[in-house]
């Protein structure tokens, strides 16, 4: 039976033999197999008279070889985007599929004699027979084995600084981005530690952050964060590779928090368009930024999440990269197990290294202008926050004594590392009046 329907679907007498050895792998002697559809295929007639599918079968089969023939698909899992390219043609670039493509495509198959409708060429593109691609998974396990030099700490060596460890914070923050590009981390952290370039207008701190990425990964990084619209801003964690806060300084005090929400962010939950239920997005985005500003940390708390370097001249960005080799070093430093996020010991160079950078508020240096820490063989003289508040009140009458003001003026005493301890009306501070 199995024979005479290939005869009359037209199915050529090896091709039969073939199939039916594959199918029946060991259970079936070929000699015997072939003999039996060898006589069938003599003594029929009427060859491919019949097919044994339906037209829909025989409609998706020609669609589904019209599409290899002639295009590849692939869906960009990063960008969200279906791309193609014709096959035996100049134009060797995937391209984004939108409507225009799509109807083509559609018309390139009734051309041939294909009859099908725009609904079987969209079911086509939207299935599992398109394969999934991710850009980044491709290069980074593309860049082949690393010759054993060190260009981490070299690419970081372009920025002219005075500090004395800004390379090894680099190397540490660079491994910890293709870490997490490569879904290495956990669904509990992010690399929620960047860069911050200070330096004055034209030493070309923008050009380094973008040259950074390969050009094959280029289209993965922006700098124009919109922190107004909170759902594109988390949306910029699973869309791009490396986000540069440029002017780093505009960022006013009541989006700090939102930055500080979104450096540490590990996954964003969100609800794509035309999406009926919330998706987790994995996030791929490290961060760096820019200032011309050097007193731009206004959150002393936060001070470890950024990596300030002052740019003491312009950075030399017209040299030749060797990405993949660039790239290759932080594979192998991280599949040897070499730690790529930053421990207690880095966190406490980092807040040491960023009070140059921290934002001294008003009522700080009003605060400093009236009291100063005891000395030593000093007693001074133990008061609450509040206490302190009235004092400068009546200095100044624009400082004001709410419960949010005294909260916020005990953790700048806190910062300046007076002495403290707890008592029953609350946490009480050592100074003395000046």
Not at 368 to 385: A, D, K, T
Request: glycine share 6%; hydrophobic share 35%; with cysteine.
């Amino acid at each position: 039976p199995i024979g005479e329907q290939c005869f009359k679907s037209g199915i050529p007498e090896e091709e039969a033999v073939r199939q039916v050895m594959m199918h029946y792998r060991r259970q079936a002697d070929e000699q015997t197999v072939r003999t039996a559809l060898h006589n069938l295929y003599r003594e029929c007639r009427g060859f491919g008279r019949k097919s044994v599918l339906t037209p829909e079968q025989d409609t998706i089969l020609k669609l589904n070889e019209f599409m290899e023939r002639r295009y590849e698909f692939r869906y960009n899992q990063l960008m969200g985007d279906l791309e193609y390219r014709q096959r035996d043609s100049i134009h060797f670039y995937f391209h984004v599929m939108d409507q225009r493509a799509r109807n083509s495509v559609a018309m390139d198959a009734l051309q041939e004699g294909l009859r099908v409708w725009d609904r079987d060429v969209n079911r086509y593109l939207t299935s599992n027979r398109v394969p999934l691609y991710n850009p980044v998974e491709e290069y980074l396990c593309g860049v082949g084995r690393w010759d054993g030099k060190d260009r981490i700490r070299a690419l970081a060596g372009l920025v002219p600084c005075n500090n004395p460890y800004w390379r090894e914070l680099f190397y540490r923050w660079f491994l910890n981005m293709v870490a997490h590009w490569r879904g290495l981390g956990n669904r509990m952290h992010a690399n929620s530690t960047s860069p911050l370039l200070i330096g004055a207008q034209g030493y070309r701190k923008s050009t380094f952050c973008r040259i950074i990425l390969p050009p094959e990964l280029r289209f993965g990084y922006t700098d124009s964060l919109d922190f107004g619209s909170k759902r594109d801003a988390e949306m910029y964690l699973g869309r791009f590779l490396l986000v540069n806060i440029d002017e780093f300084d505009q960022v006013s005090i009541h989006q700090q928090g939102f930055l500080k929400h979104l450096l540490q962010k590990p996954v964003a939950n969100l609800r794509k368009p035309y999406g009926s239920s919330i998706q987790e997005i994995r996030r791929y985005a490290s961060f760096i930024g820019t200032s011309n500003h050097k007193d731009l940390l206004t959150d002393s708390s936060g001070s470890r999440r950024f990596v300030c370097v002052e740019v003491t001249a312009p950075i030399d960005t017209n040299v030749t990269i060797n990405y993949r080799q660039l790239y290759a070093q932080a594979m192998q430093a991280i599949r040897s197990g070499e730690r790529y996020w930053f421990n207690d010991k880095d966190e406490a160079v980092l807040k040491e290294n960023n009070r140059e950078f921290e934002q001294i508020s008003p009522i700080e240096q009003l605060f400093h202008c009236h009291f100063r820490l005891p000395q030593e063989g000093e007693e001074g003289e133990w008061m609450s926050p509040i206490q302190i508040l009235e004092i400068l009140h009546a200095k100044n009458s624009d400082i004001k004594l709410t419960d949010g003001h005294a909260k916020h003026f005990g953790r700048i005493l806190k910062k300046n590392n007076l002495e403290s301890r707890h008592t029953q009306k609350g946490v009480v501070y050592r100074i003395v009046k000046s």
